[in-house]
């Protein structure tokens, strides 16, 4: 059984810094793309970040290019995603998902097995 679960979130004042995790277990980790994405109340999930299956290659949402950045430990089965200089519109549900595709995808499609998610809330 797959299991992604992702922690590290919580309330954070703007300019502030979060670091989430996400714990995969049940699959062969280190042949998984990993992405995490993002869901504001009453808006749709959207791509955040990915990470290719050995770390070397990265991608970004224009939004928090330049304030985010997304790791793996495929040692430990763990994605990471450091979030540094947080707005209020940062706001959101951050799911962790996993990724079969063989490329860095941004649509929600293109994930095979998701996290329950992690709330984020920066105060305006």
């Known amino acids: 059984q797959v299991q992604l679960v992702e922690s590290g979130g919580g309330l954070v004042q703007a300019g502030g810094s979060l670091r989430l995790s996400c714990a995969a277990s049940?699959?062969?980790?280190?042949?998984?793309?990993m992405g995490w994405f993002r869901q504001a109340p009453g808006k749709e999930r959207e791509f955040v970040a990915a990470?290719?299956?050995?770390?070397?290659?990265?991608d970004y949402a224009d939004f928090v290019k330049g304030r985010f950045t997304i790791s793996r430990d495929n040692d430990r089965n763990t994605v990471y995603y450091q979030q540094d200089a947080l707005k209020p519109e940062d706001t959101a549900v951050y799911y962790c998902?996993?990724?079969?595709?063989?490329?860095?995808?941004?649509?929600?499609?293109?994930?095979?097995?998701w996290g329950q998610g992690t709330h984020i809330t920066v105060p305006s």
């Open positions: 049940g699959l062969p980790f280190s042949r998984y793309i």
């Open positions: 998902a996993a990724s079969i595709l063989g490329r860095l995808g941004k649509k929600v499609s293109d994930y095979d097995y």
């Open positions: 990470i290719s299956e050995s770390g070397r290659v990265t």
